[in-house]
């Protein structure tokens, strides 16, 4: 399907753009300014940005829900800050001694 008239652009080019970034960084926040630079081209009218950025969702989710893995096998970030909390807990930060105050 064609998403931009003006640079005749189709949504699989689009999709493909978007994995390619995914694959590369799939955490990366995908706007529609890095898939039009990724394709060599810029948004002139910009009517059909609310299209790229429904094609970039559509396929950021698509490839998150495939990614996913079994809730065993993720580790919980409550549990990882209290793991680091307990090793850091005896560790002096600062060469000071206990009883000075600063002002």
Known sequence: MLVCQCNMITSKEIEDIVLELLEADPWQLVV???????LDRRAKCGGCVPNVVDIIV????????QQAHPEGELVSL???LA???QQRSGVRRERRSTGHRAA
């Not at 529609?32 to 990724?38: G, L, N, R």
């Not at 559509?58 to 829900?65: A, C, F, I, N």
């Open 32 to 38: 529609p300014a890095k898939v039009y630079k990724e």
């Open 58 to 65: 559509r396929v950021t989710e698509k490839y998150h829900s």
């Open 78 to 80: 409550q549990n990882g």
């Open 83 to 85: 793991k680091l909390k």
